[in-house]
């Protein structure tokens, strides 16, 4: 997927901005693979420890504080364990293979209830279910089955030494994308399937299992996902974007951008609304389907025209002044736009694969031809980049 140089500095100026940042990290020990990080109840190196995490355990990242973390990390279907991780040990997801060092542990007894942060019952593991280890918690042991679902465990429920794991055994994290033609989720690998999803479907944080190649995902947030396994080979490493097209609709209604991404096994859509121009999408399972009234929305390359202003921007004739003032210091013309020959249009455009909306004045000839355009902030109105179209 081409990405022009406004839309990076926008995205970084934002990413630099913000300090409430909620986005996924992962545990990077820097030694040996049995050395683990301590997820604190303070930021201070003093403060009591609430688990011990392996590297490659996926984090949330609610604050970042400087040298410390305020993160959560999935539990049972609650909000997930809260504390604090130094951040030099967090690394963020890439456009490459992150191997986790959970090793694998086998439940050695006849039934070991799991259970959430708050000691609510999750769900009960049977003799010899296996389980990755993701770290030790004062007694207890904080595990993810192989189906995705993650709780306490005693730390006497496992058999025998918890050994490194081999690198056909290991999860891998990559992001990657639906095939083109679709693929079916299923409960398992080869399994019942659960749902279809559409081709081209980013799915930033999927868990490859060496073992046969399926890859477990979940679609919508960790803790009430969509979850379940894509056989081999219904999957593609999206190289950003570069091999993800999108096969599916994406509408605009209510101030809403809706995506049809998919269908459950009885019939019923998949939607994923994006409420606001920045932030998590909502997905959800629709008895009704996309609105009534929804518009459908054209694809400009890589992105999609919306015309709705999710979020305030600057009143639209100041923005042309603004651009018209830039391409006159810029030696694009003298006089006015109009003057010259040239008209001006706003153009937003919406990266469903990063979530991101870019609001452009395009310059335009007589015969449709972009000759420059400017690139605004569309939040706040500023100025990001001024420059020739592509």
Sequence with gaps: MRKTLAFVCLFLALMTAVCAVAEIRYVENPGAWNERLNLRTEPDKGAPSLGRYYS?????????????????????????????????????????????CMPHAWIAAERCEMVDVRGVRVRDLSRNEEVYVMAFCSGRLHVLTMDGVTGYIPEDAIAGELEEPEPDERIVREMIA?????????????????????????????????????????????????????DAGRYTWTDNGANCDEQYDCYETDGELIEVIGQMADG???????????????????????????????????????????????????????????????????????????????????????????????????????????????????????????
Excluded at 291 to 301: D, I
Aim: charge should be negative.
């Design 268 to 390: 019923r859509l998949i939607l994923r609304r994006w409420r606001a121009v920045y932030g998590d999408p909502v997905v959800e399972i629709s008895e009704t389907g996309v609105p009534q009234g929804a518009r459908l929305l054209e694809r400009s390359g890589s992105y999609y025209v919306y015309h709705t202003r999710l979020n305030s921007a600057a009143d639209e004739q100041a923005l042309f002044e603004r651009a018209e003032k830039m391409a006159r210091r810029e030696g694009l013309f003298d006089g006015t736009a109009e003057e010259a020959g040239l008209s001006m249009r706003v153009v937003r455009l919406f990266d469903f694969q990063y979530g991101h909306a870019m609001l452009f004045v395009e310059f335009v000839t007589r015969d449709g031809q972009v000759v420059q355009q400017a690139e605004f902030d569309p939040i706040g109105g500023d100025m990001i980049a001024f420059g020739a179209n592509g």
């Design 178 to 230: 639906v095939a083109s033609g679709g693929a079916a989720l299923r409960k398992k690998p080869g399994g019942d399937v659960i749902a279809y999803l559409s081709g081209g479907l980013f799915l930033p944080d999927a868990m490859l299992l060496s073992r046969g190649g399926a890859a477990l995902v979940g679609v919508g947030d960790e803790e009430d996902a969509l979850r379940g396994f894509i």
């Design 56 to 100: 490659g355990v996926r984090v949330r990242v609610l604050e970042n504080l400087g040298e410390w973390s305020r993160v959560a990390i999935a539990c049972g279907r609650g909000s997930g364990v809260q504390g604090y991780m130094m951040s030099s040990y967090l690394h963020a997801p890439g456009g490459y293979s992150s191997a986790a």
